[in-house]
DNA sequence: CGGAATCCAATGGGATACTG
DNA sequence: CAGTATCCCATTGGATTCCG
């Protein structure tokens, strides 16, 4: 893992470093409840009421403007269930799938570090 | 709790449901101009003007809000030189590297699925 | 059930001016 | 150089109501 080794990184770094086409697609995939709703999602199929309980912090609006920019970008998908009344699936798409790996990744590493800093933190707001 | 053996999918679930700090942790560590401030110190300590020149899209204000939430968890270190007049060098922590990966992993999901999430969001916008 | 529409408060963030 | 301070506007997001 050296750092010589010219990445598809880092030529995106050298030629646009982080360009906006790429920070408003990591915008919209991370943003405050779509980690929450992707988590879900890997998980199983979810209706709108089940993402709701799953996620009881989140109102009926923010939820639905998420999964609408979701489905928009192509990382879920959003298929009617012709019963009555009327059911909607959402599920992750595979192009949804491939943003698992990154974001368990970035878990794992707030999981493990979490306790530090949140002393670093406590160090902080003391100085 | 449950009347039945909770079948792994559920047990899976209760491990990976994203908790309010760690929520908060990523949303500090990734928010606006967070990948871009770790993508510039990744490669070198810079100071305040550097990263202004290399982010020129960010204002002052939210450059330094960045900067000392970055500083705050220990993700990055500020450290002030005694040159005249004084300069301010802002440099990655360990801790910090230990972002690079998850971040790196990131954007090259970002570089390789966005023509793919292009195509998705012309198709659902114009049905 | 799965939203849409509306109102409203809080926040974020840009522009500008000033400072040790 | 490396910020602070202020003003102000646009967006976000919560709460509520209504609908097919």
Redesign the interface.
Known sequence: MTDTDP???EV??EEF??E????E???Q??D?WS??VL??LC??PCRFNDLRR?IP?VTQKSLTATLRRL?????IDRRIVNTRPVAVEYRITP?GK??R??ID??????????P??????D???AG
Chains 1, 2 share one sequence.
Request: glycine fraction near 4%; avoid cysteine; charge should be positive.
């Open positions: 990445s598809p990184r995106l770094r470093r982080i906006a086409p790429h920070r697609l990591l915008d995939a991370l405050k980690l929450s988590n879900e998980e199983r799953a912090a489905e928009r970008n192509g990382i192009l491939g943003l790996a990154p990744a970035l878990l794992d590493w707030a999981n493990t570090y979490l530090q800093i949140e002393r670093a933190r160090t902080f707001d």
